[in-house]
Structures are given as C-alpha cells and as structure tokens.
C-alpha cells in the first residue's frame, strides 16, 4: 500500500517529554510515528498542512518548531529537531508537532509548512491539498485538531477519519477548512483511521493513513 497523506493531532502532548515525567499518547505517538515512516519511504519532499492557523493570512516556507507558545521550551523536548533549522521562522505549536515528529521518523529531506489563517475558505485548502498532491514525490500532513470530552451520553457527529472532521449522511464535508480537506483527501483514498484516548484531557485522538494499493493508479484530489 502507498501512503499518500497522513492526517495527525497538533497537540504538543505528542511530543514525548512535554508531560514531564507521565507518559501521555503512547499509543497515538507510536500510530504517528509509523504512519510517517511509511508516507516518506517514497517520497521526495513533504508539505505539512495546518488548515486552522492562529492567524489572518497564509504563511508558508521552511521554519522550524518552536513550543514557546505552549509553554515548553526545547530542553523538554523528547524529539530533537533537525540541526538546519535553525535560523529559521518559528512555526506554530500544531505544525511544529508536524516538523518534530518527521524528524523522529527519520525524516531529512526537504520540508514546506503551510499555515492557514482562520479566514481561508474552505475550497481554497482543499485547491492547496490538491496541488500539492499532483506533485510527484511529494508527501502531505495534514495537523488536525481533537475533540473536546462530551457529557454522558453525547455522540461526535460521523467523521471522515481524524478528530476534528466531520460529514454528514450524504458525504458532504463538513464546515471548517479541515473539515474539507480531510473529506476530500478520505474521497480520493482509502482512510485508515487509528483511534487513541489521550490521558489528562480525556480527548480522542486519530492517526489516519489515506492509502492507495500499489498495484492500482494513485487517484488525485477531485476539482
């Protein structure tokens, strides 16, 4: 099977030592790490994808990961970024969960961090998915977002794969820019979902593989 995107959460505790001493997302950290080595074994650049930026406007380019804005600072960080980025503009704290996990999967080929800002509608991400995605060698990850705890006896809405994402019955994607790629990229390809409980927060949290067969010609984001 050929991975041709992976979709991810964006919450620092992914990164080992983040929690301190407790050992928080064991299972979704082990899920990222192995969906990333098998998205870049064929790969010859990847492009990370944060579809809800703190942010106006868009930003893209090399940068680094920075966890100031979560409060960590690097000695804490269990994943060791690449020594080339430094110097570089500092991420945002999903993206940079992004860029820390590619590098403790191995990862030393080039990578573009796309940021989009809370104003980006949702067919302008899924256009940017798409383009991306006809670039042959070119990975995709997409940092997700996680649901909040629900009450007892409330029910997420169905979802494409990753938290965060939502269709209804007829397979309409949902309102947000993430929404509408991970439902287009689930349309395009086979959606592996791998589903974990992070500790502290009680949030569910996804690791979700989009794959196509190897024997079969790699479909492409509809227009």
Known sequence: MIVRAVALPGTPLLVPGVAGAAEVLAESRAQVLVALRELVRDARR????????????????????????????????????????????????????????????GWEG?????????????????????????????????????RAPLPDGGAHAPSVGAEGSTSDGDGAAGSTAEDAVL??????????????????????????????????RVATVRR
């Open 46 to 105: 990847v492009v990370v994808l944060d579809c809800e930026a703190r942010r106006e406007g868009e930003r893209r380019g090399e940068m680094r990961p920075d966890l100031q804005a979560a409060g960590v600072a690097p000695r804490w960080w269990g994943w060791a970024p690449r020594a080339s980025a430094a110097g570089l503009p500092a991420a945002g704290v999903p993206a940079s969960v992004a860029l820390l996990a590619l590098d403790a999967a």
């Open 183 to 216: 439902h287009a990229l689930g349309e395009a390809w086979d959606a592996d979902a791998r589903h974990a409980t992070g500790e502290y927060e009680g949030r569910r949290y996804a690791v979700v593989r989009f794959l196509v067969p190897a024997d079969e």
């Open 110 to 146: 080039p990578v573009e961090v796309v940021e989009l800002g809370s104003a980006t509608v949702p067919a302008a991400a899924v256009g940017l998915a798409r383009d991306v995605l006809t670039e042959p060698g070119t990975g995709l990850v997409v940092v997700t977002g996680a």
